[in-house]
Nanobody, 123 residues
Framework: QVQLVESGGGLVQAGDSLRLSCAAS????????MGWFRQAPGKERDFVAT????????AYKDSLKVRFTISRDNAKNTVYLQMNSLKPEDTAVYYC????????????????WGQGTQVTVSS
C-alpha cells in the first residue's frame, strides 16, 4: 500500500477553479493507478476520475469530464485534479485513492486512501 496526502481544497465561489494534489509515498508510484472520489454530506462516495500508472489512460464521471482533468507527475509521486467552472454541487470532501495496475471506478477497487480535502463552492 501507499500513503496518500491530499491538499489544495478550500472555499471558492461558483465559476472559480481549484487544483487538488495528492502526494504518495513509496518508490513504485508508477505501478499504481490513481483515482479521485468525492463525498458530499449524507451521500455515498462517488467516482470522479481515474488515471493509469503511466498516465496514458484516464476515465471520468460523464457529468464531470468537461470541467475536470486528472493528471499525474510520476517524478513527483503526485496526482492532480484540475477543477474548472466549479458549481455549488461540487461541494464535497475529495479523496484520492490508489490501486495496483489497472484503473477502476468503484471505491471498493482501491486499496489505499488519503484523508480527504474539503472543497466548498459558494453560490
Amino acid at each position: 500500500q501507499v500513503q496518500l496526502v491530499e491538499s489544495g481544497g478550500g472555499l471558492v465561489q461558483a465559476g472559480d477553479s481549484l487544483r487538488l494534489s495528492c502526494a504518495a509515498s513509496g518508490r513504485t508510484f508508477n505501478n499504481y493507478a490513481m483515482g479521485w472520489f468525492r463525498q458530499a454530506p449524507g451521500k455515498e462516495r462517488d467516482f470522479v476520475a481515474t488515471i493509469s500508472g503511466n498516465g496514458g489512460t484516464t476515465a471520468y464521471k460523464d457529468s464531470l469530464k468537461v470541467r475536470f482533468t486528472i493528471s499525474r507527475d510520476n517524478a513527483k509521486n503526485t496526482v492532480y485534479l484540475q477543477m474548472n467552472s466549479l458549481k455549488p454541487e461540487d461541494t464535497a470532501v475529495y479523496y484520492c485513492a490508489a490501486r495496483l495496475r489497472y484503473i477502476a471506478i468503484t471505491p471498493d477497487s482501491f486499496d489505499s486512501w488519503g484523508q480527504g480535502t474539503q472543497v466548498t463552492v459558494s453560490s
